[in-house]
């Protein structure tokens, strides 16, 4: 069956550095979805892509959709502490939702 | 314009009892989703529900699990004979359709097994 993978499991910067997680999937997507649940909070909605080679900012984040659409990344620039959570992303198949990327940011 | 509503927002069971989950969804939303988190793990799809319908359980334990979404309410989550393993964060999530862009997750139920 599909496989949806996340890397990495885990990233630790320094507040002002740049901070990229990866989703992979096995099979093409047809969209992908972005959520960030801060600690002890809930999942919330980021942004859906859906065509290939989509890029779309928000602030000082950077979602893209790969090429061939099995893919995807999500860019923060310049961390800031307010960033700190776990990033899921959801392949919209399935109901499954990737293990997430927890961010921590060093003060 | 009340996103969506989950309760309780804690709740403490001894082994054995039942838990009741409650979840009422965006307004204008009719699928209704719900996950269970394990601490420090990822969101585990469980079952989505539709008004009467439960559309896909494939999430859901086969034993002491069930969920329903009635005609007029919220939706449940039940749980029968808790075990300390059920201890987790339960979310409910709604949307307008499947497929539809994103889900509106609400704020979960913490279960605590005692």
């Known amino acids: 069956g599909q496989q949806v993978m996340q890397i990495p499991q885990y990233q630790h910067v320094q507040e002002g550095e740049d901070f990229t997680t990866y989703c992979n999937s096995s099979?093409?997507?047809?969209?992908i979805q972005w959520y960030k649940q801060r600690p002890g909070g809930h999942p919330v909605f980021l942004i859906q892509?859906?065509?290939?080679?989509e890029v779309k900012k928000q602030k000082r984040l950077t979602f893209q959709f790969g090429e061939a659409k099995k893919n995807s990344s999500l860019h923060i620039t310049a961390t800031q502490t307010t960033d700190v959570g776990t990033y899921f992303c959801?392949?919209?198949?399935?109901?499954?939702f990737g293990p997430g990327t927890r961010l921590s940011v060093l003060p | 314009n009340a996103g969506v509503m989950q309760n309780p927002r804690h709740l403490v069971r001894r082994r054995g009892q039942e838990a009741r989950l409650r979840c009422s969804p965006m307004?204008?939303?009719?699928?209704v989703y719900w996950y269970r988190q394990l601490p420090e793990e990822g969101l585990k799809f469980m079952v989505y529900?539709?008004?009467?319908?439960?559309?896909?359980e494939s999430g859901m334990p086969k034993e002491r699990f069930s969920a329903e979404f009635p005609k007029e309410g919220p939706s449940i989550l039940r749980i029968q004979q808790v075990v300390r393993g059920d201890s987790a964060a339960y979310f409910c999530?709604?949307?307008?359709?499947?497929?539809?862009?994103?889900?509106?997750f609400g704020s979960g139920t913490r279960l605590t097994v005692v």
């Open positions: 892509l859906v065509k290939s080679g």
């Open positions: 959801d392949y919209g198949q399935n109901f499954v």
């Open positions: 307004k204008g939303h009719s699928h």
């Open positions: 999530a709604s949307s307008p359709g499947q497929g539809a862009r994103g889900y509106t």
């Open positions: 529900l539709q008004k009467e319908n439960i559309i896909d």
């Open positions: 099979t093409t997507l047809s969209n």
